[in-house]
């Protein structure tokens, strides 16, 4: 009985037959760690069934990189809020506001004219423009 052959192609010829990109293929198989058979001799070949993956992106070791990072993403969050490292934003802004209405007392209860005291709450109305998510 014959031993079967594994069924081998270029990046070239495959993607000619499939009518893909050969050099979004090529990366594709560099990305997924993909190393060529030796083929016939003719230059390097890839299995079938990597083509095929890589083709049609079925790189599992990716995949599963993809949720590993993932889900370490979600425990370093979880631990980060129980250690106190994170809190809501809901209640930054409540406190945000309850620091406003302070200062809008203090300055209403100043010895200041009308005017002057217009021209501070003005001031401090121009702040609630301001982008504070990208400040440090």
């Not at 001799?41 to 079925?58: F, K, P, S, T």
């Amino acid at each position: 009985m014959k031993k079967s052959q594994k069924i081998t192609f270029s990046v070239s010829r495959f993607s000619a037959v499939v009518a893909c990109d050969r050099h979004e293929l090529a990366r594709k198989l560099a990305l997924s760690g993909v190393k060529p058979d030796g083929g016939d001799g003719r230059g390097m070949e890839y299995g079938l069934r990597d083509l095929i993956n890589a083709h049609m992106g079925g790189d599992i070791r990716r995949e599963q990189l993809r949720k590993t990072t993932e889900e370490a993403d979600r425990l370093a969050l979880a631990n980060a809020r129980s250690r106190g490292e994170l809190v809501e934003i809901a209640s930054v802004k409540k406190l945000g506001e309850k620091v406003m209405i302070a200062v809008r007392n203090r300055i209403l209860n100043m010895p200041l004219t009308d005017e002057e005291k217009d021209r501070c709450l003005i001031e401090l109305l121009d702040l609630g423009k301001l982008d504070w998510s990208r400040e440090a």
